[in-house]
């Protein structure tokens, strides 16, 4: 069994800063793409970044590039999200997900995605 534990959301003012965690257990996660999406109330859940399973490759969507920055640790089988100049349109529930196959490319779209966390809530204010 695979389980993704989301932490490090909570509340924060416009213009802050909050940096999530991913922990996964069950799986090495060293071999998958990774990535974070986020879902608002009464919208879809949509994409914000994702990362190669080795790193090097990173991607982000337009709303939040130059904002947020991914990165994984694959000794800690840890992934993260760092989030700065937080805006009150980022408020949702992030979410971490595994990509299936392995060493494949990341992507955007959900549906390419296995496993999920359960989330963690993200509320900026302004």
């Known amino acids: 069994q695979v389980d993704l534990v989301e932490t490090g959301g909570g509340l924060v003012l416009a213009g802050g800063s909050l940096r999530l965690s991913c922990a996964a257990s069950?799986?090495?996660?060293?071999?998958?793409?990774m990535g974070w999406f986020r879902q608002a109330p009464g919208k879809e859940r949509e994409f914000v970044a994702a990362?190669?399973?080795?790193?090097?490759?990173?991607l982000y969507a337009d709303s939040v590039k130059g904002r947020f920055i991914i990165s994984r640790d694959n000794a800690e089988n840890t992934l993260s999200l760092q989030m700065h100049s937080l805006e009150p349109e980022d408020t949702a529930v992030y979410y971490c997900?595994?990509?299936?196959?392995?060493?494949?490319?990341?992507?955007?779209?959900?549906?390419?995605?296995?496993?999920w966390g359960q989330g963690t809530q993200v509320t900026v204010s302004s």
């Open positions: 069950g799986r090495t996660i060293s071999r998958y793409p």
């Open positions: 997900a595994i990509k299936r196959g392995t060493f494949a490319s990341p992507t955007t779209g959900a549906n390419d995605y296995e496993y």
């Open positions: 990362i190669s399973w080795g790193g090097g490759t990173t």
